[in-house]
């Protein structure tokens, strides 16, 4: 049987050739893509020129082809080679120049002379082509031909959105968010990965038969999109999201990292921060000042929700980022399968979360209701003390991740023990809201 890890990897791997960028058709044929594995997506279009705050949402972009000939006729660049090849946003353009003249429209990465480097212009009209060092360095003197196949015209912005309610119980009301974003080229850690692991999860979250609270999760293009959506559901979010994560760069296999929120401070930051000292003690904690993705704008001031950004690797911060090295090569498996376990480890942490009291005064006998061996042997009692340490901090004062963090188990391992002593009328939850 496949793992978890193996069957993101899988749809990463549908989604990688597509060309991507914050408006047009590969953004629509992606969210096609992954709505094949969870149907409750749903996608939405904003128009061109829509004032979202101090934002407007630009003219859509497509290409259809793109390259540059030298006078022999043999493509010296390709974008159905590799849609890197075409810095993003750019205008069409069919003409011959020379070699100085062509070199003023080629981006490069000169500390990496092998790879292609992702430009763009969103906001600016204008046009280029990107390539390796190495072949711009062996580009003859002579004609060349520049075409770019595009269009610039007024559109929509794209955005998916899937929503999953808990089936009208307890906290319904309240939603977990998780967001990604789709607006990047064939690059396989930084674009592909969050998507392919969000839509995973969405599929997961469905089949989870105790759910306490609502999901919304969303597809966006980064910065503009997620300005979009907090445009149309600022009031509605700031109401109802408890914890968010924005998934970004979850497929390699090298770290795990957190952002922050503003000040770090939120229930968010408490349960990532609770699983991941158990599932990878080594991980990167950045402050909200190393900020660089979507938390930038769910936690800005007035939106303030409690965002923070999870990561294997953080953006920016391995050297194959926002290049062609940024291959499936990259991506794994096995970094998948850590990703979903951090998170889903979250997901579970705060459907349990909350204060528990112990219904009855000293230690209750555990032995008559099955939960105490009845014959006592050395070495047997380090699970036993997970369930009497529980019982001890459950004074109505702690909530469940709180007494993780004092009695050092992870609250995975207190799940099980949760369950036998709220059927055995040993726990209650305390302050429930009704």
């Known amino acids: 049987m496949e793992t978890e890890g193996e069957l993101i990897y899988k749809i990463a791997e549908?989604?990688?050739?597509?060309?991507?960028?914050?408006?047009?058709?590969?953004?629509?044929?992606?969210?096609?893509i992954l709505k094949e594995y969870c149907p409750e997506l749903e996608i939405k279009e904003v128009p061109s020129g829509t004032q979202v705050f101090d934002w407007t949402i630009p003219k859509e972009w497509n290409i259809r082809d793109a390259y540059i000939e030298d006078s022999e006729g043999k493509k010296v660049v390709d974008f159905k080679e590799n849609n890197l090849h075409i810095m993003g946003y750019s205008l069409p353009v069919d003409k011959f120049v020379s070699k100085e003249e062509l070199l003023k429209y080629v981006y490069v990465e000169e500390s990496q002379p092998e790879a292609i480097p992702y430009v763009t212009s969103y906001y600016k009209e204008k046009y280029g082509f990107c390539m390796s060092k190495n072949r711009r360095d062996s580009l003859k003197d002579g004609r060349y031909h520049m075409l770019i196949d595009s269009s610039l015209k007024d559109g929509s912005l794209t955005y998916g959105e899937i929503k999953i309610s808990n089936g009208g119980g307890y906290k319904e009301d309240q939603e977990i968010f998780i967001s990604t974003y789709i607006c990047h080229p064939s690059m396989a850690n930084n674009e592909c990965s969050g998507p392919a692991l969000?839509?995973?999860?969405?599929d997961w979250i469905k089949r989870q038969s105790k759910r306490k609270y609502s999901y919304r999760i969303v597809f966006i293009p980064e910065t503009i999109g997620s300005i979009t959506y907090l445009?149309?559901?600022?009031?509605?979010?700031?109401?109802?999201?408890?914890a968010g994560f924005n998934l970004s760069c979850v497929g390699d296999n090298r770290a795990y990292s957190i952002v922050e929120t503003r000040y770090g401070n939120t229930l968010t930051d408490k349960v990532l921060k609770n699983v991941l000292q158990y599932h990878a003690p080594e991980y990167c904690n950045y402050s909200f000042l190393s900020r660089g993705s979507d938390e930038r704008q769910y936690n800005a001031p007035g939106i303030d929700l409690p965002v923070c950004s999870f990561c294997r690797t953080k953006y920016g911060r391995y050297p194959e980022y926002h290049t062609s090295l940024d291959d499936m090569d990259l991506i794994s498996p096995e970094g998948f399968q850590g990703s979903f376990e951090?998170?889903?480890?979250?997901?579970?942490?705060?459907?349990?979360?909350e204060k528990y009291r112990v219904t009855c005064f000293c230690e209750p006998q555990l032995g008559k209701r099955g939960l105490y061996p009845t014959v006592s042997h050395k070495?047997?009692?380090s699970e036993v003390y997970k369930l009497t340490n529980l019982i001890a901090y459950a004074d109505g004062k702690n909530d469940l991740i709180d007494i993780s963090n004092r009695i050092q188990v992870p609250v995975k391992e207190m799940i099980s023990n949760v369950d036998k002593l709220l059927e055995h009328g040993l726990l209650e939850i305390a302050e429930k809201e009704i």
């Open 14 to 32: 549908r989604i990688f050739p597509i060309c991507r960028s914050i408006t047009g058709d590969g953004v629509r044929q992606t969210l096609r």
């Open 379 to 381: 070495g047997q009692y």
């Open 342 to 353: 951090v998170i889903t480890q979250c997901i579970m942490a705060l459907e349990y979360n």
């Open 198 to 202: 969000a839509i995973y999860l969405a």
């Open 231 to 242: 445009s149309l559901h600022k009031d509605d979010l700031k109401e109802h999201v408890i």
